[in-house]
């Protein structure tokens, strides 16, 4: 609030009689003469008028100060509301400020986790395909040597077929079609070779041609034959046909029956799915820590026929790292069965190439290597 600086007062006006007044000029008039009394009430007049007018002087001052007090007042007042006003307004730009700095570092935060998220979610990626990629390239290289083992093995067995009969087996690339002979005469058992020196041809009506027998003394059963020509026109694994499901009846179920049932059935499903694996004792390192918990058993009991016997082997079925330990006489009855079912999916790959004949001779042999099995002979050196 502003005020101004006081001004000195006026001088009062001098008095009416001290001031002359001028006789006005008559002629000058346009011809009009006043009149004396008009003279008397004039000069009164003007002396009324010079009276009132320093009374009037004053009022007028304090109504201006008065009314300039009141615009002062009325200005600060504006001022301050506007002050007032501007100071809200900052205050509320203030806390917008603050607001959006918040909101900017929130941002900032979240930009950067999500930053971190992304190269560690790239990294892992990289590093998951990197393994899938020799994972791969590990599956590559041993399918590679399968294709490899199995080219070679299709190459033997096809020289196989063509060099080895029957009569004169070759002992070298498929000893396993051989019955042992080194390991000495079997106790206990003896036979006797036929004193007959002439054997005469027997007529097999289904086949339609002469088997001759050779001098052990065969003789052909008709009804065998005629089951395994029929099965061999159309060779199959099932067991609903006559001729495996007569096998399965006589040999293979007698075969693979143990004491130990419910072992039995599953050493059973692995010979027929081919995921039966006998590994040899002496060739394998002594169980110790961990992989002691997945032998089954021991050393010195056949896991099959629950008997004390010295196990030189051991069995595994399929992909499980468990492990039984066999006998040898549980080893061989196993052993046969196996050698039949190879030779029979031989036949079904079309793999063996020779006459009904030869390959009949050559299943009654494995027949007959199973019933022994059965009945407890077995080779010394198994």
Known sequence: MWSCPPQPDEAPPPPLASVPV????????????????????????EEAQGEEEPAA????????????????????????????KAQKELKLKDEECER???????????????????????????REANMKQAASEKQLKEARGKIDMLQAEVTALKTLVITSTPASPNRELHPQLLSPTKAGPRKGHSRHKSTSSTLCPVMCPAAGHTLTPDKEGKEVDTTLFAEFQAWRASPTLDKAC??????????????????????????????EDNT???????????????????????????????????????IRLGDSKSHYYISPSSRARITAVC????????????????????????????????????????????
């Not at 004949?357 to 077995?378: Q, V, Y």
Request: with cysteine; aromatic share 8%.
């Open 242 to 271: 006559p001729f495996l499901e007569r096998v399965y009846r006589e040999d293979v179920g007698p075969c693979l029956d143990f004491t130990v049932q419910e072992l039995s059935a599953l050493v059973r499903a692995a010979v």
């Open 57 to 84: 002087a004053p009022l007028d001052v304090s109504r201006l100060r008065s009314s300039s007090m009141e615009i002062r007042e009325k200005g600060s007042e504006f001022l301050k509301e506007e002050l007032h």
């Open 100 to 126: 959006l700095c918040r909101v900017r570092e929130q941002l900032e935060q979240e930009l950067e986790e999500l930053t971190a998220s992304l190269f560690e979610e790239a990294h892992k990626m990289v």
């Open 22 to 45: 001028p006789w006005k000029n008559v002629g000058s008039c346009k011809g009009h003469r006043e009149s004396p009394g008009s003279l008397v009430e004039a000069s009164a007049g």
């Open 276 to 314: 039966l694996t006998i590994e040899p004792v002496a060739s394998q390192p002594l169980p110790t820590g961990k992989a002691a918990e997945v032998d089954c058993g021991s050393a010195n009991t056949c896991a099959l026929s629950g008997l004390a016997r010295i196990c030189r082997h051991r």
């Open 339 to 382: 050698n039949f079912f190879t030779y029979i999916r031989y036949i079904q790959q079309g793999l063996v190439r020779q006459d009904a004949e030869p390959m009949f001779w050559e299943i009654m042999r494995l027949r007959r290597e199973m019933s022994l099995a059965k009945l407890g002979f077995f080779p010394l050196e198994a």
